[in-house]
């Protein structure tokens, strides 16, 4: 069994009561993909009528089941549809053999919960370049439906864990037409996160109605703004995905609802953070606001080189306010910038203004600020309205055990 690792300092206080969302069901079971003495597969079954919609990793090398749901997202949504998600084994970088293990896993999911193939999708995260061993998970399929509940899906966010340490959820209500709509997701990341696209993988679902289309340009806008914005070391993973499954149990449709998308917005932005919070070894949650760029993406590209700076990131660890490594970031970021120009501040402390330290910044101030569990460290650009923000967390020498000890 893997060693199980201490809770992050930065999770939230309790997971939250998650709501049932009409139309799905959900199932766990402890296949022993790679883990023993817990659970490792999660099953949704979704009823007919349900639009999914997916934005996944941009890896080169991304695994065969993310390659199989980008070629099914967008499909005839009649019929009924299921997620099949292990933990243990990415399925990845495993050539012919991957992508046979997802079609047995497709074609046995849609025989036993009588679904259309193409309606099936796959997931899986862990260790990557080892075969998957797919009939450890094709023998449990008969108690994973035979089992699937309304109820299921806080037990769900605990299956697809790795090396996180503590499940994820997060969920709005918001009212349209005088009825209460839910959205509801899970997460899991923990290492391996950065943004081009999810950055881990996550469900998320909802009992309002939208269009298929639609559905997927607001998952994909909203994606760009929270997943896309948090980042614990800069590596982007083979298996990132994100998907939402709009049952339409409700009756209500949310289709152009203003208040729905902001609900949307407000449960993905919860999980990207929650993922940060839990970064590998994470001691300080970080977040970092960049305005007065060209643009908003110069912007996000000066956020970005400071969040994924290993120098930046071990100075927070160590609470030093070396703000010299804050200006070397953005020097280095590719994105322009004026020395002479450049603001900085951490907190409310103003450290730096018009590319100089400014003369009333207190060190001791600075330092004694540092010592806190959640900072922001704000960036003035000084040359024009492009602004970004940010998430990440510390570098700290857990990161090292955690991943020095990854496939022991």
Same mark, same amino acid.
């Given at each position: 069994?893997?060693?199980?690792?201490?809770?992050?300092?930065?999770?939230?206080?309790?997971?939250?009561?998650?709501?049932?969302?009409?139309?799905?069901?959900?199932?766990?079971? #402890?296949?022993?993909?790679?883990?023993?003495?817990?659970? *490792?597969?999660?099953?949704?079954?979704?009823?007919?009528?349900?639009?999914?919609?997916?934005?996944?990793?941009?890896?080169?090398?991304? !695994?065969?089941?993310?390659?199989?749901?980008?070629?099914?997202?967008?499909?005839?949504?009649?019929?009924?549809?299921?997620?099949?998600?292990?933990?243990?084994?990415?399925?990845?970088?495993?050539?012919?053999?991957?992508?046979?293990?997802?079609?047995?896993?497709?074609?046995?999911?849609?025989?036993?919960?009588?679904?259309?193939?193409?309606?099936?999708?796959?997931?899986?995260?862990?260790?990557?370049? @080892?075969?998957?061993?797919? @009939?450890?998970?094709?023998?449990?399929? @008969?108690?994973?439906?035979?089992?699937?509940? +309304?109820?299921?899906?806080?037990?769900?966010?605990?299956?697809?864990?790795?090396?996180?340490?503590?499940?994820?959820? +997060?969920?709005?209500?918001? @009212?349209?037409?005088?009825?209460?709509?839910?959205?509801?997701?899970?997460?899991?990341?923990?290492?391996?996160?950065?943004?081009?696209?999810?950055?881990?993988?996550?469900?998320?679902?909802? *009992?309002?109605?939208?269009?298929?289309?639609?559905?997927?340009?607001?998952?994909?806008?909203?994606?760009?703004?929270?997943?896309?914005?948090?980042?614990?070391?800069?590596?982007?993973?083979?298996?990132? !995905?994100?998907?939402?499954?709009?049952?339409?149990?409700?009756?209500? *449709?949310?289709? !152009?609802?203003?208040?729905?998308?902001?609900?949307?917005?407000?449960?993905?932005?919860?999980?990207?953070?929650?993922?940060?919070?839990?970064?590998?070894?994470?001691?300080k949650f970080v977040e970092i606001r960049v305005t007065g760029a060209t643009s908003d993406a110069d912007a996000k590209t000066h956020a970005m080189a400071i969040a994924n700076s290993p120098l930046v990131k071990t100075a927070i660890a160590g609470e030093d306010p070396n703000w010299g490594r804050i200006v070397m970031a953005i020097g280095k970021s590719g994105a322009p910038a004026d020395r002479d120009l450049l603001g900085i501040r951490f907190g409310d402390i103003l450290v730096a203004e018009k590319g100089w330290v400014s003369p009333d910044y207190s060190e001791a101030e600075a330092a004694a600020y540092m010592k806190g569990q959640e900072l922001v460290i704000e960036v003035e650009i000084g040359l024009g309205q492009g602004k970004a923000t940010v998430w990440t967390c510390d570098l700290t020498h857990g990161?090292?055990?955690?991943? #020095?000890?990854?496939?022991?």
């Amino acid at each position: 069994m893997a060693k199980a690792l201490p809770v992050s300092p930065l999770a939230p206080a309790q997971f939250p009561d998650l709501p049932v969302i009409g139309g799905v069901r959900f199932a766990t079971v #402890a296949a022993g993909v790679r883990y023993s003495g817990r659970t *490792d597969v999660m099953l949704a079954l979704l009823d007919p009528g349900t639009s999914v919609a997916g934005v996944f990793t941009r890896s080169a090398t991304r !695994s065969a089941p993310v390659l199989d749901c980008q070629a099914k997202i967008g499909g005839d949504s009649s019929g009924g549809a299921a997620i099949l998600v292990n933990s243990g084994n990415a399925n990845a970088f495993t050539g012919q053999r991957g992508q046979m293990s997802v079609t047995e896993l497709t074609r046995a999911v849609a025989k036993v919960a009588e679904l259309p193939e193409s309606r099936v999708f796959t997931a899986s995260t862990g260790v990557i370049g @080892e075969p998957l061993p797919h @009939e450890k998970i094709i023998a449990k399929l @008969e108690d994973l439906t035979a089992s699937a509940e +309304a109820g299921g899906m806080t037990a769900a966010a605990k299956a697809i864990m790795t090396t996180d340490t503590f499940p994820k959820g +997060a969920v709005r209500q918001v @009212e349209i037409d005088g009825k209460t709509v839910s959205i509801a997701g899970i997460a899991k990341g923990s290492g391996m996160i950065a943004p081009d696209m999810a950055t881990m993988l996550s469900y998320v679902f909802t *009992d309002a109605r939208v269009e298929q289309a639609t559905l997927q340009r607001l998952l994909a806008a909203h994606a760009d703004t929270t997943f896309n914005c948090v980042t614990v070391d800069s590596d982007t993973s083979t298996s990132d !995905s994100l998907m939402m499954c709009a049952t339409g149990a409700s009756g209500v *449709d949310a289709t !152009s609802d203003a208040a729905f998308e902001s609900a949307l917005h407000e449960v993905l932005l919860d999980l990207a953070q929650q993922v940060a919070r839990d970064g590998e070894g994470a001691s300080k949650f970080v977040e970092i606001r960049v305005t007065g760029a060209t643009s908003d993406a110069d912007a996000k590209t000066h956020a970005m080189a400071i969040a994924n700076s290993p120098l930046v990131k071990t100075a927070i660890a160590g609470e030093d306010p070396n703000w010299g490594r804050i200006v070397m970031a953005i020097g280095k970021s590719g994105a322009p910038a004026d020395r002479d120009l450049l603001g900085i501040r951490f907190g409310d402390i103003l450290v730096a203004e018009k590319g100089w330290v400014s003369p009333d910044y207190s060190e001791a101030e600075a330092a004694a600020y540092m010592k806190g569990q959640e900072l922001v460290i704000e960036v003035e650009i000084g040359l024009g309205q492009g602004k970004a923000t940010v998430w990440t967390c510390d570098l700290t020498h857990g990161y090292i055990d955690i991943n #020095a000890d990854y496939r022991s």
